[in-house]
């Protein structure tokens, strides 16, 4: 008997250990790699996408932290974060980026084509912001809008002005109130003016169209770009070489913004894009 309890007491003492060791499936590399990302729908998929491919290819864990688009940037040139992939580029984060361009590194763009602006159904009958005005009673005198902190929202401040729209009101909000109000406007055919940016999955869920900005207050096409903390190539060099080659098409970031609103899990949506297109994945990593 007394042999008995020995060895149950050396085979829980051997499963103790092994749990105060950290035993698990986790990625078991150095400390998590800090990524930020603001919650817009192009921002949310990379992000998910690029920490699930480094999890796979380098067995490291990265942190995933939504906030503010002004404190990512002030995080990621401090080094509370690593780096992000959600940098619009030379308008939307100008001012963000003017602050701290001396204290982060850009490693490219991982989207090309990017486009912000106010956009409206293709059934609503004006084309360009010069309209809105003038029609602000159709709109109920409302541009939807999402958090105060986005730099399309700054831009829509500054277009409410040079458009002289003083019967217009810039709503604050968020993506997702955004574009539950953009659905439910659509699906009764009201007209319906919200910030808009592409890409974006409405624009396949949504006919729609960027009302045309004849001042360029919004600015032409923009880059979406991989941004890093100073040191960041010195400390982690073949995930940097990763993120300075990591590109997205229009129809692939299209594809895989659609999955994530179909998964109810970022993560598994973001596998099973890996799953569909590891070859793309492997030429990342060349």
């Not at 020995?6 to 105060?20: D, F, N, P, R, Y």
């Not at 009958?125 to 958090?147: M, P, R, W």
């Not at 604050?172 to 974006?200: F, I, N």
Request: net charge negative; charged share 25%; proline share 3%.
């Amino acid at each position: 008997m007394k042999k008995v309890l020995t060895l149950a007491l050396a085979l829980i003492l051997i499963v103790s250990a092994g749990a105060a060791a950290g035993c698990s499936s986790e990625p078991t590399g150095e400390e998590p790699l800090e990524l930020g990302y603001v919650n817009w729908a192009c921002a949310t998929a990379n992000s998910y996408l690029v920490r699930n491919i480094l999890i796979n290819e380098f067995d490291t864990d990265v942190n995933l932290r939504s906030m503010d688009a002004g404190l990512m940037w002030q995080a990621v040139s401090t080094g509370d974060l690593d780096f992000m992939v959600t940098a619009w580029l030379p308008n939307t984060h100008a001012d963000y980026y003017a602050e701290v361009k001396d204290d982060v590194v850009d490693l490219g763009p991982v989207y090309e084509g990017a486009q912000i602006g106010l956009v409206v159904p293709t059934y609503v009958t004006i084309d360009s912001i010069e309209e809105l005005n003038e029609n602000a009673d159709k709109f109920n005198g409302q541009i939807v809008g999402i958090d105060s902190g986005a730099g399309i929202m700054k831009a829509t401040d500054a277009a409410l002005v040079e458009y002289d729209m003083q019967d217009m009101e810039l709503m604050t909000s968020s993506d997702a109130a955004m574009t539950a109000e953009l659905k439910t406007s659509y699906d009764q055919e009201e007209w319906v003016v919200v910030t808009g940016w592409a890409p974006h999955w409405k624009f396949a869920e949504f006919d729609l169209k960027f009302l045309e900005d004849t001042k360029n207050v919004y600015g032409g096409e923009e880059t979406i770009n991989a941004i890093s903390r100073l040191g960041f190539a010195d400390d982690q060099p073949e995930i940097a070489a990763f993120l300075e080659n990591y590109y997205m098409s229009p129809a692939e970031l299209g594809e895989l913004i659609g999955m994530m609103e179909e998964y109810d899990d970022n993560d598994e949506a973001a596998q099973a894009w890996i799953t569909d297109n590891q070859d793309k994945i492997d030429g990342w990593l060349a």
